[in-house]
């Protein structure tokens, strides 16, 4: 039976009142995309090591879940990886530095699954290989013998990016000194206000910058149906967005309006969500070449995998990080109290203690493998 409008606000006024009947129980039950999380189940298997490793390395996170990768299998044990230009962030990531990031989180994820099954892996960063219209590459991998299991590789299929509020509890000494050698830890209260202060500051500047804006609202899901046709991005669904999107409240035209009562939802949900944090994890590397921006994916893929360890929240603050010119105040604010001299903050993420998650969504392997080379 299909959600009326009049129960729809029901459930957006009261939540339960929907769930309580069966005609809204039976519609709650169809609300989840299967199909987009299926890549979390679908991991291992393959009867190819190449394959088991790539079906693992796309579960690795990446900015706005955009999941930038191709993989292209040569010979027996050979691969090429590409990033897809096509899936660039031109307004809010101009230098594709995010995106090369992405990329070095899935290097390591793709490391870690080829060691836990045995297997080494050689790399070739940037090989110079003849370009194609749409893909830069970005790694020559080969699986080679000597692998060795990390137990961080244990962690990659309960990895989730958290954006709930945080406990106000510090995590457990024991937990920030796991995380302390992956990361620095901001944990003193002043440095943890003024980047309380600091990030939502940022993300204002983001939410009320038409253009960075705009980008996000393309990038949007409205509901099951989008999020299972095109499983990346950022997916709205459940229960409570997808009435809100069935009585008109939540749509990409009101999202990108400031005035809506959609946009002032989602400004409030910020406001709430943002200052909730008790701690901050940061990456910061010596230069900013695309090597380096590479090993900054590759560590915050092992501090989300520790953190996910201990039984720990990360969600990445990135606006203030972000080189678009009206983030230009923040971002020096950012480099200023994270970084020391020549180094930049490439990831800002708020730790703590959160609520559990379901997975993202994901393209299934299959459709991000290029044709034999
Ligand atoms: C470079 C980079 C920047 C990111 N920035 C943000 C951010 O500013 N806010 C946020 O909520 N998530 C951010 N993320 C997390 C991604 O949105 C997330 O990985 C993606 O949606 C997939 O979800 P998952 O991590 O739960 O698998 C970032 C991830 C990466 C790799």
Aim: proline share 8%; hydrophobic share 45%; aromatic share 6%.
């Amino acid at each position: 039976m299909p959600l009326t409008r009049r129960k729809a606000i029901a459930l957006i006024g009261g939540g339960s009142v929907l769930a309580a009947s069966a005609a809204g129980g039976a519609w709650l039950a169809t609300r989840t995309p299967h199909d987009a999380r299926a890549p979390w189940g679908a991991a291992g298997g393959h009867g190819d090591a190449r394959l088991d490793a790539l079906s693992f390395a796309i579960l690795a996170p990446s900015a706005h879940n955009l999941q930038p990768w191709l993989a292209e299998l040569h010979g027996r044990d050979s691969l090429l990886i590409w990033r897809d230009t096509a899936r660039d962030l031109p307004a809010t990531d101009p230098y594709d530095r995010q995106l090369t990031i992405s990329m070095g989180a899935f290097l390591e994820t793709f490391d870690l699954a080829a060691g836990k099954a045995g297997h080494g892996v050689e790399t070739r960063l940037f090989p110079d290989v003849a370009t194609r219209p749409g893909l830069e590459p970005v790694a020559e991998l080969r699986l080679a013998d000597g692998g060795r299991h990390d137990p961080l590789a244990d962690h990659i299929l309960a990895r989730r990016t958290i954006r709930e509020p945080y406990e106000e509890a510090l995590p457990p000494a024991r937990a920030l000194a796991a995380l302390d050698r992956h990361a620095k830890l901001i944990t003193e209260p002043a440095d943890v206000a003024a980047l309380r202060d600091l990030t939502l500051r940022a993300w204002e500047i983001e939410a009320k910058t038409e253009a960075i804006w705009r980008e996000n609202v393309d990038l949007m899901r409205f509901g099951r149906a989008e999020i299972e046709a095109r499983p990346d991005g950022i997916a709205l669904g459940g229960p409570m967005l997808e009435a809100m999107m069935l009585v008109g409240i939540l749509s990409p035209e009101t999202q990108a309006d400031p005035g809506s009562q959609a946009f002032r939802a989602t400004l409030d949900l910020y406001r709430r969500m943002l200052p909730a944090t008790p701690a901050y994890a940061t990456i910061t590397t010596r230069g900013n070449s695309r090597t380096d921006q590479i090993a900054a994916g590759r560590a915050w893929m092992r501090l989300s995998l520790a953190a996910t360890g201990e039984g720990l929240a990360l969600q990445p603050v990135s606006q203030c990080l972000q080189e678009f010119p009206e983030m230009e105040g923040p971002r020096a604010e950012a480099q200023a109290a994270l970084a020391g001299s020549g180094e930049t903050v490439q990831m800002l993420a708020r730790l703590g203690h959160g609520p559990d998650a379901p997975p993202a969504p994901r393209w299934p392997l299959e459709s991000r493998l290029l044709g034999d080379g």
